[in-house]
């Protein structure tokens, strides 16, 4: 089972899009404490982060830490650092973001399977739903990681602002110029903040002919889609709940990674338990047996349940007003 573990909802950035609905910090912990107190006690304290690794040590897991940023903060940092010990390497990958690569983070990012770094543009492409500097940060830290023998992955976000072929194009030759060995991409989903964007979303034909265009590319970076968009061309089914789960910053397990609600939450239908006080095996066999996650399916779910909302919501908006 792969699990995608947000460590926190603490990130330097501001994205529009984030499906966190991250918790945008200046670099002191002071105005973090300050401006988002309650935030911190919704997080799981560093001890029950371990007892969390723990449970997921003891199964057949392979774990991508992710946020917010996995490495910002020192507890997180800690964690990723026990699980390198509990866990073997190549089952571990780290997402994060390109703000502050330091000797000590490089240091323990050699030792995990695959470290990941969205990038959407290069820095000269305006781009509204990331901060200026964003896309920068992601390819220096690139960079940094390919110059010391770190396996660095680039993940795109396919959406309006990002499916140009030009864009994909330059993206390429930069990727290959610099021996980043993988790029992956990644399906828009209209989740947490990026809930505002739902009229963004490609359609499925948009998606295909890019994913043709992609694969035409065969240069030195190799490049790959995320399940959700291989299930376009029914190479893949939805995996939620069945062969992947996501970890929460509260400890909420869900199907989905990125089945979220604005304040971070999962949503309803995919909600699956709590760790660390809920057992893990319990929760996973109630969740299957008591959904129709119990059954595999063709479509994203996710994509799906969040379609269906929308409609519902817009119909219960016009009715009212109408009244």
């Known amino acids: 089972m792969d699990v995608i573990w947000n460590l926190t909802r603490v990130c330097p950035w501001d994205c529009a899009i984030c ?11 002071k105005y973090y404490l300050y401006e988002h107190q309650k935030e911190i006690k919704n997080e799981l304290t560093l001890a029950e982060k371990l007892a969390v690794l723990e449970i997921l040590v003891e199964k057949d897991i392979d774990i ?26 190549e089952k571990i990958s780290v997402s994060m973001t390109g703000s502050k690569i330091t000797d000590i983070k490089l240091s323990l990012l050699k030792k995990v399977g695959v470290v990941e770094f969205t990038l959407d543009n290069l820095p000269e492409i305006d781009n509204p739903l990331r901060p200026r500097g ?22 795109t976000v396919l959406y309006s602002h990002t499916m ?11 990727l290959c ?4 060995e993988e790029w992956e991409f990644l399906r828009f989903y209209p989740s947490g903040r990026a809930i505002e964007y739902m009229s963004m979303l490609p359609s499925e ?6 994913m043709k265009f992609l694969k ?29 789960i996501g970890i929460l910053p509260d400890g909420q ?6 089945a979220l609600d604005r304040n971070c939450n999962s949503l309803k239908d995919f909600y699956i338990g709590k760790l660390p006080e809920d057992n893990f095996d319990e929760m996973m066999e109630t969740f299957r047996k008591n959904s129709v996650f119990s059954k595999s399916a063709s479509c994203c779910r996710t994509i799906k349940y969040i379609e269906q909302n929308n409609k519902k919501e817009k119909c219960y908006e016009n009715s009212r007003n109408t009244m």
């Not at 499906?19 to 912990?29: G, K």
């Not at 034909?205 to 890019?210: A, V």
């Open 205 to 210: 034909s948009e998606y295909l002919q890019t």
């Open 64 to 89: 991508d830490f992710s946020g917010g940023d996995p490495v910002y903060y020192n507890e997180d940092y800690q964690v990723i650092e026990q699980a390198l010990r509990w866990i073997p390497s």
């Open 177 to 180: 110029e610099n021996k980043i």
């Open 253 to 258: 397990v869900t199907a989905c990674s990125w």
């Open 19 to 29: 499906c966190v609905s991250a918790l945008h910090v200046c670099n002191t912990t």
């Open 216 to 244: 035409s590319f065969n240069g030195f970076t190799k490049v790959f889609f995320q399940h959700s968009l291989k299930m376009l061309n029914g190479d893949s089914k939805c995996s939620a709940g069945v062969e992947s």
């Open 164 to 174: 140009a072929e030009e864009n994909l194009e330059k993206l390429y030759s930069w």
């Open 134 to 155: 964003y896309n920068l940060a992601s390819m220096i830290a690139m960079q940094k990681c390919a110059s010391v023998g770190i396996k660095a992955r680039a993940v």
